[in-house]
């Protein structure tokens, strides 16, 4: 799978809490892995009221270089899986993203999709299933989400590229209170049957016959951030907590049916690595959540990217 970054942006800085290196070729590579689990709530019947569908995902490598306003990042999944196709089946996945800075203003654009999904330990209602084998490989189950954020800093000494740690880091403290606006598209479907399992369809609610869940959000998340380095190890936190209004929709036989309604959202960021000027190495964990609600019945995921990175700045103006 391939990931593209194509797109940077920088200010000229002129401030001492943090040193970019944006006239430094800064090359890097990177492993991680990015996980989307989900899980569907109802009463389904007196022994389950919980779904929960897991994904068969593989280690990320990516190779990146940055030189000015420009950076580009090439990435693909590794060959084999983490968990055992026999019991999780075989996932792919799409997920392509650019970020940029403007003063005080950070945003990123994102666009992913992950496909194949096993349902945990579904002999419960599935008789053809064995304790060797329980789960349900469902293997056009798809989540989706196209989003773009942004961030709002109320102290101009926050950038993004210096906590990152590839074009940047910092000299000193900073500490900052900020506002996220978000918009998404998002959801969960099966192209060929119903996302609950035949056997779990409760025939008085046609919602649990539904093929697809989707919701487009819209709000505000308000945070806090911290940086700091000291002897060359960074650190930094974001954490806030929101919400979003939400027109949320899911297919019936006869077409779509829509409502309107809000939906909790968090930001919880976390940054931590050693730099100097000539390399660095950083860990980068990102946690987002996504959740519609009918009534009773509720779509709730989990989305987790965990990094790696590690490289060079080289010094053009070094003989």
């Known amino acids: 799978m391939l990931f593209l970054t194509t797109l940077a942006y ?3 800085d002129s401030t001492k809490h943090y040193t970019r290196f944006r006239d430094d070729i800064v090359l890097y590579s990177d492993i991680g892995y990015n996980s989307a689990p989900f899980r569907l709530v109802y009463s389904f019947d007196d022994d389950v009221n919980k779904l929960k569908y897991r994904h068969n995902f593989s280690p990320v490598l990516g190779f990146g270089v940055s030189y000015k306003w420009f950076a580009l ?3 693909f999944a590794l060959k084999g ?3 055992s196709e026999s019991r999780f089946g075989q996932s792919t996945y799409l997920d392509i993203g650019t970020q940029f800075q403007i003063k005080k203003w950070f945003f990123e654009l994102d666009a992913r999709s992950f496909k194949g999904y096993a349902i945990k330990n579904a002999t419960k209602w599935n008789d053809t299933l064995t304790a060797f084998l329980p789960n349900d490989i ?8 196209i989003s773009i954020n942004s961030w709002y800093f109320f102290n101009e000494n926050v950038n993004m590229q210096a906590i990152q740690g590839k074009t940047g880091h ?3 403290e900073v500490r900052s209170f900020y506002l996220k606006p978000t918009f998404s598209v998002q959801g969960v479907g099966n192209e060929e049957s119903s996302v609950v399992p035949t056997e779990l369809i409760d025939s008085l609610f046609d919602k649990t016959r539904s093929k ?3 919701s487009i959000d819209i709000g505000l998340v308000p945070g806090y951030t911290y940086v700091n380095r000291i002897n060359n190890w960074q650190f930094c936190a974001f954490f806030g907590l929101g919400a979003v209004a939400q027109a949320k929709f899911y297919s019936t036989v006869g077409g779509e049916r829509g409502f309107l309604g809000l939906s909790p959202r968090y930001d919880v960021r976390l940054y931590g690595g050693f ?3 000539r390399y660095f190495a950083f860990l980068s964990l990102n946690l987002d959540n996504k959740s519609i609600r009918f009534t009773d019945f509720k779509y709730r995921q989990n ?8 490289g060079i700045r080289l010094d053009r103006e070094k003989k």
């Open 10 to 12: 920088s200010q000229d």
């Open 73 to 75: 990042r090439i990435g």
């Open 81 to 83: 899986t983490t968990r």
């Open 138 to 145: 469902r293997k056009n189950t798809q989540t989706f989400n």
């Open 170 to 172: 910092y000299e000193k």
């Open 212 to 214: 697809l869940y989707s």
């Open 275 to 277: 730099s100097v000027p």
């Open 303 to 310: 989305y987790f990217n965990f990094r790696i990175t590690g």
